[in-house]
C-alpha cells in the first residue's frame, strides 16, 4: 500500500504520522492542538522540512513563547484587543493567554483530541480528530465542537477540514485559523510571494485593524520577498485565492478552499519561515465586525484549506 499510518505517544499526547511510503512523504499530526508539526519530503541529497514546527522532547513546554507554531486559532484568532467583548449587551474578557494586553490565538489551541478514525489506501491517508470545548474558559463559556480532518494525499497534497459545531441553544461568536510556519529550503528573503487580494486591512501601532481597507498590489505578481517586514492581514480575492511561496527551486501553494476569506502573513526575525495562516475572519473580529461568524444555535460550519509543494524541474 503506498500510504500508512503510524501513531505513537509523546507524553500526554499522540503523534499520528500520515505516510506517502512510495515518495518519502511524512507528516506529523499531534492529538494536542491537531497541529501538523511536521511536513518532511524526500529530495535527494537530503530531506526537506517544509514546516517549522515544535521541539516536543520535552512535552508542550514553551508552545506558546516559540510562536504558537503550527496553532489551531479558535473561536478567535491573532489578537482580541484587551481581551474583551460584548455579546448581547453582556461583557465578556477572555482568560486564556496574552500577549502584552491583547488575548492572542484563541483557547483551543492546547486542545486534547481523540482520534476518531483513521485510514490509509493507495489514494491516500487521513485522521480524524475531534475535540468537545466545554466553556471552561469564562470569556467564552460556550460549548462546541470540533472535528479536524488531515488528509495526505497523492502529488505532495495535504488537506485539512475542520467542522465547528455549536452545542448550545444561542448564537455564538466564531472565528477560525491556522497558524502554520513554512519553509522551502532557503530564507524569506530569497523567496517570492504571490497572491491577489481584494484590500489589505489597515492596522494601528498595537497591530489591530482600525476599520480601514487599502489597496495592495504589492504580490499581484511574482516578487521577491527581499527585506519586506510582513504582519499584515488581507481580503483575499475569491476569483484566486491561491497564495504562492517559491524560490528558483521549489514551490507551496496554501489554497483556502472553504469559509477563509482573510489571509495573514507573518515573517519571524530570524527570517527562515513565513506564517501564511487561513483564517475566516480579521484580527480583533469580535469588536470589529471584520468576517465574524454568529453560529446558530447546534449549526456547523466547515472550513478547509490546502497545502501543495511542488520540486520545480
Not at 491537531?34 to 521541539?55: C, E, S
Not at 486564556?96 to 476518531?116: C, E, M, P, S
Not at 441553544?169 to 529550503?185: C, N, R, T, V
Not at 484549506?305 to 511542488?310: E, G, L, P, R, S
Request: overall charge neutral; hydrophobic content about 40%; proline content about 4%.
Amino acid at each position: 500500500m503506498a500510504f500508512e499510518i503510524q501513531v505513537s505517544s509523546l507524553f500526554d499526547f499522540k503523534k499520528v504520522q500520515l505516510i506517502d511510503s512510495q515518495n518519502g512523504v511524512v507528516i506529523d499530526i499531534t492529538t494536542k492542538g491537531a497541529l501538523m508539526n511536521r511536513w518532511q519530503v524526500a529530495h535527494q541529497p537530503n530531506t526537506l522540512q517544509l514546516v517549522h514546527g515544535n521541539d516536543f522532547s520535552n512535552g508542550w513546554s514553551h508552545f506558546e513563547q516559540q510562536g504558537f507554531r503550527g496553532a489551531k486559532m479558535s473561536p478567535f484568532a491573532c489578537r482580541m484587543e484587551s481581551g474583551k467583548y460584548e455579546l448581547l449587551g453582556k461583557p465578556y474578557t477572555i482568560e486564556k493567554f496574552y500577549l502584552n494586553k491583547d488575548a492572542i490565538h484563541g483557547i483551543v489551541y492546547d486542545a486534547i483530541y481523540t482520534i476518531q478514525n483513521t485510514q490509509a489506501d493507495e489514494h491516500g491517508a487521513y485522521v480524524i480528530l475531534k475535540h468537545t470545548y466545554m466553556g471552561i474558559d469564562q470569556g467564552y463559556p460556550f460549548n462546541f465542537t470540533i472535528l479536524v480532518k488531515w488528509h495526505l494525499q497523492k502529488n505532495n497534497k495535504i488537506s485539512v477540514e475542520s467542522i465547528i459545531t455549536n452545542q448550545t441553544a444561542q448564537a455564538i461568536p466564531m472565528m477560525d485559523g491556522w497558524h502554520p510556519y513554512f519553509s522551502i529550503g532557503s530564507l524569506m528573503n530569497d523567496c517570492s510571494l504571490t497572491f491577489k487580494n481584494k484590500g489589505k486591512v489597515v492596522f494601528n501601532d498595537q497591530l489591530l485593524p482600525t476599520g480601514q481597507v487599502m489597496e495592495d498590489d504589492t504580490f499581484n505578481h511574482a516578487r521577491k520577498i527581499e527585506a519586506i517586514e510582513l504582519d499584515k492581514c488581507f481580503i483575499v480575492d475569491p476569483t484566486q485565492k491561491e497564495c504562492v511561496l517559491e524560490n528558483d527551486k521549489m514551490k507551496l501553494v496554501v489554497q483556502a478552499e472553504m469559509n477563509y476569506p482573510y489571509l495573514q502573513l507573518y515573517i519571524p526575525p530570524d527570517r527562515k519561515s513565513i506564517a501564511i495562516e487561513n483564517l475566516s475572519g480579521a484580527p480583533n473580529c469580535f469588536n470589529n465586525k471584520m468576517g465574524l461568524l454568529m453560529m446558530k444555535p447546534h449549526e456547523s460550519l466547515v472550513f478547509k484549506t490546502n497545502y501543495q509543494f511542488f520540486i520545480k524541474l
